[in-house]
């Protein structure tokens, strides 16, 4: 709460006045929650607070002073009681969405509460214009403005300025509800910045030749203006358009062609939709042009800082997003992206568990995202590119030409025990990826690269491993450990069928199997405990083929 001389002025008796004559104001309700406020009740948990705060120039007299609940005024986490009271509302909008079965309120509940959504228009198309009257809200005269015709699609459009009263939501075209971010958006048109990109809609006569105008794109920056008292949107209208040219239209716009657009490794970075969703909103707020980078993953976190969780959740979801669907990741393909299935041995929790545990740094970055991109030392850039490395090693050394998906996985220890024949690298593949084991294979092979940094004395950042360019010696190390690993006897020892690869095993199991060479109740499962140092170099009968840091990736 701001601190108010002119409160600090008051004595007693006229703090108690001033607040009836607020209360009586407000009409008894708190001006955050909109529920009543007991004078007597919550006496000492009342806030007097400014409705526009000292520190963005409000005045420190009565007029700008409002009443609240204390716990009301404490989590508004807001400095503005107008945003936070505007919040409040969604909230309630949100919550009634959801006790109505679903994800959260759209344009539409905003719309209805505020009197929207209640007529339909009738468009007439005369002379290169739109000709159309807005009766329904008592506006007679006819309005014409001109028809535009896009080019190419043929499409016809026009721009205009509406009534809430003519706006429906089209959730098909746009299922989505509105998030948290909205905040950001209230607190910036709150904050007197105009509306850069106006709501896109269509309309077609249905019956009696009248038809809703469904407003298909923008929805939260419309939600935000209504929400603060907007009582009229401008938006684009497509005249009696192919709605399925418009909704492939509108989903290609938010993904692939952006892509097309700009660096790709910018946009794998940016292939969640949430993630480039909240980098787009903060472009428009900032007055970015399209392809501006120029900004930090950090400066998204400050920005959107009701949701400052998930939006680094984004972040890494983003850059997980990137590495699992680019085409020079070759372990993708024995990935079950839905559990563990037979025929593929990795679940994608697996991979989760393991090369994202270790490997992905999952705070925000401070650096511009397109720092030092064209020289290909961009961080996030590093990360992916080498991320893919080590996952395409793995590939290279356990599944590529050794797991056969006619065999599968189903039973495979079963099978083994009943007298079955199973390949030994097939059986390999199957081992080692289960996920507990891949767990612990990735701590092991993340020691091999802090010992590599520590042994010749150089600086490393902990949590950021693959934020710097590997050297070739210790990609030569990584292999080397990998396939001096994969020649260890118990992967192919079918008496292990039982006790060691029978039961559901945890972490801590192979933890223990590797630091010391036995199961915890003491079985013998490696001949001696993994010794890094013997692990790094390597052995007869080892291929010593160079790995190559693809430019692909
Ligand atoms: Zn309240």
């Not at 098909?172 to 950001?184: H, K, T, V």
């Not at 490794?265 to 970015?288: D, K, P």
């Not at 170099?537 to 790995?547: D, F, I, L, Q, T």
Request: glycine share 6%.
């Amino acid at each position: 709460m701001t601190r108010s001389k002119y409160l600090a002025s008051l004595t007693d008796e006229k703090r108690r006045q001033l607040e009836r004559r607020l209360h009586d104001r407000q009409t008894k309700l708190c001006f955050i929650c909109d529920e009543v406020i007991d004078l007597v009740l919550h006496k000492g948990e009342i806030d007097i607070d400014h409705i526009d705060p000292l520190a963005k120039d409000g005045l420190d007299a009565e007029n700008n002073f409002a009443l609240t609940h204390s716990s009301c005024n404490r989590s508004k986490g807001t400095s503005n009681l107008e945003v936070a009271r505007r919040l409040a509302e969604f909230e309630r909008l949100q919550e009634q969405a959801r006790q109505a079965g679903k994800r959260g309120a759209n344009l539409g509940d905003v719309l209805e509460r505020h009197g929207g959504s209640k007529a339909q228009l009738r468009i007439r198309s005369k002379n290169g214009n739109a000709e159309f009257s807005l009766s329904e809200v008592g506006l007679n005269e006819i309005r014409r403005v001109p028809l535009l015709q896009d080019k190419l699609s043929g499409m016809q459009s026009f721009f205009t300025s509406l009534p809430l009263e003519y706006l429906h939501h089209d959730d098909r075209i746009n299922p989505r509800s509105i998030g948290s971010n909205i905040r950001g958006l209230i607190e910036e048109f709150r904050d007197s910045r105009p509306q850069l990109h106006v709501a896109l809609a269509w309309w077609e006569a249905s019956e009696d030749d009248a038809g809703e105008i469904k407003v298909f794109d923008g929805q939260h920056k419309a939600a935000a203006q209504i929400l603060l008292g907007v009582r009229e949107l401008p938006v684009r209208i497509f005249v009696t358009p192919d709605t399925n040219v418009l909704l492939q239209a509108n989903t290609n716009a938010g993904g692939k062609l952006r892509q097309v657009a700009f660096d790709t490794a910018v946009m794998r970075h940016l292939g969640s939709t949430l993630y480039a969703e909240r980098v787009n909103q903060f472009r428009n707020l900032r007055g970015l042009s399209d392809n501006d980078y120029s900004f930090s993953e950090q400066d998204l976190v400050r920005f959107f800082r009701g949701e400052q969780r998930e939006m680094k959740r984004y972040i890494v979801d983003a850059q997980r997003d990137a590495v699992m669907r680019a085409p020079a990741n070759s372990l993708v393909e024995f990935v079950e992206w839905a559990g563990k299935g037979a025929n593929r041995p990795l679940s994608y929790t697996a991979i989760e568990r393991s090369f994202f545990k270790e490997f992905l740094y999952k705070e925000a970055l401070d650096s511009s995202i397109d720092q030092e991109l064209e020289q290909g030392t961009n961080p996030r850039q590093l990360e992916r590119k080498q991320l893919i490395c080590i996952m395409n090693l793995f590939a290279e050394v356990f599944f590529i030409g050794k797991w056969d998906p006619e065999i599968g996985g189903r039973r495979i220890e079963n099978r083994l025990r009943d007298g079955d024949t199973i390949q030994q690298s097939h059986l390999r593949a199957w081992r080692v990826a289960r996920e507990e084991v891949l767990a612990n294979l990735l701590r092991w092979l993340r020691l091999v690269i802090e010992n590599y940094f520590a042994y010749t004395g150089q600086m490393y950042h902990n949590d950021r491993l693959l934020h710097q360019q590997l050297p070739d010696s210790l990609w030569d190390r990584m292999r080397n450990f990998l396939t001096n690993i994969s020649s260890l006897p118990c992967w192919i020892d079918r008496d292990f069928s039982g006790s060691i690869f029978g039961p559901k095993r945890n972490l801590d199991f192979w933890e223990r199997v590797f630091r010391t060479g036995k199961t915890p109740d003491g079985t013998q499962v490696l001949a001696q405990p993994l010794d890094l140092s013997q692990l790094i170099v390597p052995r007869e009968g080892n291929s010593k083929g160079r790995h190559e840091l693809t430019n692909s990736a």
